[in-house]
């Protein structure tokens, strides 16, 4: 099978003046490897204005980048065989309901036990694409839906629409504390200034909005619905966190469990034996990439957070009977 065609244009952001170009393209096209661009650029699949450049040009900003390029196999990710729980598959994309400690795709040193090697195993066709197809990501320990483009088309219609704010994406989070109403948080969020593995709210972050409502109270918790409008990494607990309401279990973010008042046995154990953020990406709606119909998915917590929930629940109606 011939490998696809990309064709991609862009303008090199007035921010990247007095860098090297191939380090400013990997800055511009995110989804490629700077490996695979360097490629590109040795092979002149790469113009900047026109004309073929060289790697290490210094860029000014404004220029017109295009690339014209075969999307050949990256072939460092290896195919596993590792489960995928998958809620829809098509021609264009999957979207897979992803369970608590699987990492999205490979980092420095860790090439393997991703859901990208998962998708290569289910679809070895997914290695010409960038990413096998992930569009968006989630935390390693954060649970549910995500989508992913089969083909090269659906990949550029998914991004297109991420970038306009046209996919819905709505989380489940409990968090510590109590909320007399919904309401939205609007911060802008970059990387910690002292811990480079952290995100936080800051001066010159990327602007980023999360709307939340109230799902159910507990005494000391309550169980947020929370939509975003932006995409930051860490957003919602971020956030969250950010309003003094961190989310139950985020080593990250968050503080020592908060115990509701004349918590009893169960609930402490509940509550100190959930080590991961108690987040879950429950609802996903997008506008599918060749027929156009708008489509969406529900994917209900997993075990772990649904016990915890009925741990919660099993306490707070205690607490009222016994003031009944």
Do not use: K, N, W, Y
């Given at each position: 099978?011939?490998?696809?065609?990309?064709?991609?244009?862009?303008?090199?952001?007035?921010?990247?003046?007095?860098?090297?170009?191939?380090?400013?393209?990997?800055?511009?096209?995110?989804d490629y490897s700077r490996s695979r661009l360097q490629r590109w650029l040795k092979d002149g699949a790469i113009t900047v204005d026109g004309a073929v450049p060289r790697p290490r040009d210094i860029v000014h900003g404004g220029e017109r980048v295009r690339i014209h390029a075969q999307l050949e196999p990256e072939g460092a990710v290896q195919a596993q065989a590792i489960p995928l729980d998958i809620c829809h598959e098509d021609e264009a994309l999957l979207v897979i309901n992803k369970p608590a400690g699987l990492v999205v795709h490979p980092g420095a040193g860790n090439l393997a036990d991703t859901l990208q090697n998962a998708l290569l195993h289910h679809d070895p066709a997914l290695e010409?694409?960038?990413?096998?197809?992930?569009?968006?990501?989630?935390?390693?320990?954060?649970?549910?839906?995500?989508?992913?483009?089969?083909?090269?088309?659906?990949?550029?219609?998914?991004?297109?629409?991420?970038?306009?704010?046209?996919?819905?994406r709505e989380y489940q989070a409990l968090v510590a504390g109590t909320f007399t109403a919904g309401g939205r948080v609007e911060a802008a969020i970059g990387r910690h200034p002292h811990h480079r593995t952290r995100m936080a709210v800051r001066e010159g972050g990327r602007p980023a909005v999360t709307h939340y409502r109230i799902l159910e109270r507990f005494p000391a918790h309550t169980l947020l619905r929370c939509r975003l409008e932006s995409g930051r990494t860490h957003q919602i607990r971020v956030h969250m966190a950010h309003i003094r309401h961190p989310i139950v279990g985020d080593a990250t973010y968050g503080a020592r469990p908060r115990l509701p008042p004349g918590a009893d046995e169960a609930v402490r154990e509940a509550l100190a034996g959930f080590r991961r953020q108690a987040l879950h990406a429950w609802r996903l709606q997008l506008e599918h990439p060749v027929s156009g119909e708008a489509m969406a998915w529900e994917a209900q917590p997993p075990e772990d957070f649904q016990s915890l929930l009925a741990a919660l629940?099993?306490?707070?109606?205690?607490?009222?009977d016994g003031h009944g």
């Open positions: 099978m011939q490998a696809p065609t990309l064709r991609l244009e862009a303008e090199i952001p007035a921010g990247q003046a007095g860098v090297r170009l191939d380090r400013a393209l990997a800055a511009v096209f995110p010409t694409l960038p990413r096998a197809g992930i569009v968006h990501r989630l935390d390693r320990d954060t649970t549910g839906l995500m989508v992913v483009a089969r083909t090269l088309g659906a990949h550029r219609s998914l991004v297109e629409q991420l970038q306009r704010r046209r996919v819905g629940r099993a306490h707070r109606d205690r607490a009222t």
